[in-house]
């Protein structure tokens, strides 16, 4: 089990781009992070007081209109790359683990999510001529999904190290 979650989060719609990218009629991430030097950094998803943020996003299909999110299902898609882990280094058995990753990145303080779905097909999105879409997005504050030195990545969370202070409103969880 983790040892050093920070809590609690803060959802706040006022400081993060979430929605605005989620209506937006692209398919992918808003940008790519790259690493320079041993953290990533991003030209596009700015947000105060955060050097760099994460995102995950999710595009989930259906062949009729979707009329409400689903963030169960978005969130499932992210959570099951857990599969993919290799325990306790935290790496990748081959597959793709970094949306996981992000959503249990121990340093997280800040989640925004956005969601975007009508009734009109997903031309948009290559090979989704006769799909319906919803665009799922999540912005975390601090960037999670770091390196270290020597370009390793470095495990989200430790199930050793204790928390600095335990959260009293969430036992189990870190205040800081």
């Known amino acids: 089990d983790p040892a050093n979650f920070i809590s609690p989060i ?15 009629p692209v ?8 690493l320079v030097g041993f953290s990533a950094v991003t030209h596009c998803s700015r947000v105060p007081g955060y050097d760099a943020v994460g995102q995950n996003y ?9 009329s409400s999110a689903n963030w169960q ?5 992210w959570i099951g790359e857990v599969k993919d882990v290799v325990a306790p280094a935290m790496t990748s058995n081959g597959g793709v683990i970094g ?20 009734n009109q097909k997903c ?4 090979g989704w001529n006769n799909f319906y879409c919803a665009k799922y997005i999540c912005n975390y504050g601090p960037a999670g999904n770091m390196v270290d030195k020597n370009r ?7 199930t050793t190290v204790a928390c600095k202070k335990p959260s009293t409103n969430y036992p189990g969880l870190c205040a800081e």
């Open 99 to 118: 949306h996981y990753t992000q959503v249990v990145w121990y340093e997280t303080r800040e989640v925004g999510c956005g969601v975007f779905t009508n």
């Open 73 to 77: 299902k978005a969130i499932d898609e």
């Open 10 to 24: 803060y959802f706040n719609g006022d400081t993060f781009p979430f929605q605005r990218w989620a209506e937006q």
């Open 123 to 126: 031309a948009w999105v290559d």
């Open 152 to 158: 390793n990545p470095l495990p989200p969370y430790s």
């Open 58 to 66: 999710a595009l989930l299909g259906d062949g009729g209109p979707i």
């Open 27 to 34: 398919d992918g991430h808003d940008c790519k992070a790259e």
